[in-house]
C-alpha cells in the first residue's frame, strides 16, 4: 500500500510563488509516475504535471514555463514549485501515484491542498 501527503499550499497573491510538497510511504519501491492534479471549484480535476520514475516530465500548456515538477525518489517526495501564480491557478492541488502490479496499476490519491491566488 502506498499513502500519499500533501503539503505547501496557501494564500499568495498573484506573481508569488509556492512549493507544494508530497510525501509517499509505505509500498514507495512501486510507485512508477507521479503527478500533480487540481479542481478548481464547479470544474473536473484535470491535469497539471507528471514525472516518471527516471525524471521525464510533462506539464499542461498552462502551466508551462512557470511550473516545475521534480521528485526525490531516495526521500520519497514529490514537489511541484509554482511561480508566476496567477488567479487561474486557484485549486485544490492532489498528488497522484501509480503503482503498477502484474494485474492492474493503482491511482493512489492525496487528500489535497488548497491554493489560493489572489488579483
Known amino acids: 500500500q502506498v499513502q500519499l501527503v500533501e503539503s505547501g499550499g496557501g494564500l499568495v497573491q498573484a506573481g508569488g510563488s509556492l512549493r507544494l510538497s508530497c510525501a509517499a510511504s509505505?509500498?514507495?519501491?512501486?510507485?512508477?509516475?507521479m503527478g500533480w492534479y487540481r479542481q478548481a471549484p464547479g470544474k473536473q480535476r484535470e491535469l497539471v504535471a507528471t514525472?516518471?520514475?527516471?525524471?521525464?516530465?510533462n506539464y499542461v500548456d498552462s502551466v508551462k514555463g512557470r511550473f516545475t515538477i521534480s521528485r526525490d525518489n531516495a526521500k520519497d517526495t514529490l514537489y511541484l514549485q509554482m511561480n508566476s501564480l496567477k488567479p487561474e491557478d486557484t485549486a485544490v492541488y492532489y498528488c497522484?501515484?501509480?503503482?503498477?502490479?502484474?494485474?492492474?496499476?493503482?491511482?493512489?490519491w492525496g487528500q489535497g491542498t488548497q491554493v489560493t491566488v489572489s488579483s
Open positions: 514525472i516518471s520514475k527516471g525524471g521525464s516530465t
Open positions: 509505505g509500498s514507495t519501491f512501486s510507485i512508477d509516475t
Open positions: 497522484n501515484a501509480d503503482v503498477p502490479t502484474w494485474r492492474i496499476t493503482y491511482h493512489v
